[in-house]
């Protein structure tokens, strides 16, 4: 139903929720899908800055600040506080090069060792299903 007036709605809410799950590489292909798909539905500027999250976070600076470019490319003047938002996820991207393109030498990682869990839960399966899609007047 990829044509449906709620579709990049729904997109957006299932990229969220695998954000919020830390699921990165699904979060980042409902984005993907939504600003190719529905390049013109209301929710697209907050794709954009969720997809430049997501790609920073998976370790692609430049393409995540060309997708923060275009979320604050399509945030009218009066968003400020949308604007501040993108700008601060857009901190990284001040240490690119000006062409975009990563710095030949990334800075080292640190690791952060977790403590010990068990597992309580199943592991988690390769499945998002969207349980409901509403439009409220």
Sequence with gaps: YSLTPRAADALLGLAQLEYAR???SAARRHLERLVLEHPRATSVTEAWYWLGRTRMDLG???LGCQALDSARAGLPTTDV????MVDYAAQPCRSLPAGGAAPATPPPATTVTPPP??????????????VAAFNTL
């Design 22 to 24: 830390g699921d990165r």
């Design 81 to 84: 506080e949308r604007r501040n």
């Design 60 to 62: 692609d600076v430049a």
């Design 117 to 130: 869990t068990t597992q309580t839960t199943a592991p988690r399966g390769a499945w998002t299903v969207q």
